[in-house]
């Protein structure tokens, strides 16, 4: 493969499983260094032997939460000074699933503090390297819901669709500086997360994780679920030369399953 980003580094949140670490992987494939973050130490350990172990450069990892951006500012603040970062994957998990209606106040307020407060964090200690050196990526993992709501998703449905917005007046406002900002819209993909959607929605309606499974895949034009590669190769993409002049769009990786443009 060739190696189209030698040199760069890249920050990749939530990056020991599903999505993230597959991107880190990717990443680390194209050339870039790359700084691996997450909450669970004893999990960055092992992604960090694994990837040094596939050959990608890892340039190191934090441990930190982005529920609680006051905490990690510092750390962050801290971390750039020593290693400017020219591409971030902004990546966290999503909310628990339930319809908005019956969500608690906190449930709502937790999700915006994790995902859009916490992004917000990284960007304000990262982007002012960008702009000094006129050129940056900035990619926000989120989900199809920003186009089309998902059923039971409430909580995250909202937040996603904040943060689609809060990416889409970023790319406007950077992009005179040579930093595009793009939201990739993974749809079901073989994660954690959604076998625990499945299960889940298994308990609650009575039927098999199978049959569950099935008439999810039924949804799908392409009738399978994503694999987290697939959704890294369109991250790594608009992280590199070739999607330098794309900038403040939705990316849904979803296999035609949202129905509108």
Request: a negative charge; proline letters at 6%; aromatic letters at 4%.
């Amino acid at each position: 493969m060739e190696n189209s980003m030698n040199g760069l580094h890249a920050l990749v949140c939530g990056s020991t499983q599903g999505i993230g670490k597959a991107t880190a992987i990717a990443l680390a494939q194209h050339g870039c260094r790359v700084t691996l973050l997450a909450r669970d130490t004893e999990r960055l350990v092992t992604t960090v032997a694994e990837l040094s172990t596939l050959g990608g450069a890892v340039h190191g990892h934090l441990v930190a939460d982005l529920s609680e951006p006051a905490v990690f500012q510092p750390v962050i603040e801290a971390y750039v000074k020593g290693a400017p970062v020219d591409i971030l994957v902004n990546n966290t998990g999503g909310p628990a699933p339930g319809p908005a209606h019956e969500a608690d106040v906190q449930a709502f307020a937790s999700a915006f503090a994790q995902h859009l407060l916490g992004f917000q964090t990284l960007v304000l200690a990262i982007v002012p390297g960008m702009k000094e050196r006129g050129h940056g990526r900035i990619i926000n993992v989120i989900s199809t819901s920003v186009k089309q709501p998902l059923p039971n998703l409430g909580v995250s449905n909202t937040i996603r669709g904040a943060v689609a917005n809060w990416g889409k007046t970023l790319a406007n406002e950077l992009g005179p500086y040579g930093i595009t900002v793009n939201n990739v819209l993974p749809g079901a993909t073989e994660t954690e997360r959604l076998a625990s959607i499945i299960h889940n929605k298994a308990q609650k309606t009575g039927i098999s994780e199978d049959a569950v499974r099935a008439e999810m895949m039924h949804e799908i034009p392409l009738r399978r679920f994503a694999r987290p590669e697939e959704i890294a190769a369109a991250i790594a993409f608009l992280a590199g030369p070739d999607g330098a002049y794309i900038n403040g769009i939705n990316l849904p990786v979803d296999g035609g399953r949202t129905a509108c443009l």
